[in-house]
């Protein structure tokens, strides 16, 4: 299971992007949807997170600019990235990180293809 990113691309300082993900709905209705990124030379890393239940949580070098959300009708999650900054220049991952409460429990993680997005003048 593949998920399918997209909008990345080039920005100024400043400006804004629009990055969404589609996962299939059987597991995009039991994940918790997450954005990562990875800066060249730099460790990948949470940027924000959504749960099930519309709960988001974001690395605090983004809050107050970017923005996730989930779409459970279309089973997609968008990151909204505005004011962005040349620290913010990377390849974006999204994945779903799934767990069912079945018998037996079962969890997983799926990734996407990265996206890449630079910022910079």
């Known amino acids: 299971v593949q998920l399918q990113a997209s909008g990345g691309g080039l920005v100024q300082p400043g400006g804004s992007l629009r990055l969404s993900c589609a996962a299939p709905?059987?597991?995009?209705?039991?994940?918790?949807m997450e954005w990562y990124r990875q800066a060249p030379g730099k460790q990948r890393e949470l940027v924000a997170a959504?749960?099930?239940?519309?709960?988001?949580n974001y690395v605090d070098s983004v809050k107050g600019r970017f923005t996730i959300s989930r779409d459970n009708a279309k089973n997609t999650v968008t990151l909204q990235m505005n004011s962005l900054k040349p620290e913010d220049t990377a390849v974006y991952y999204c994945s779903a990180d799934f767990f069912s409460y079945g018998d037996p429990p079962v969890a997983a993680r799926y990734w996407g293809k990265g996206t890449l997005v630079t910022v910079s003048s």
């Open positions: 709905g059987n597991i995009f209705m039991f994940s918790t």
């Open positions: 959504i749960t099930r239940s519309d709960g988001a």
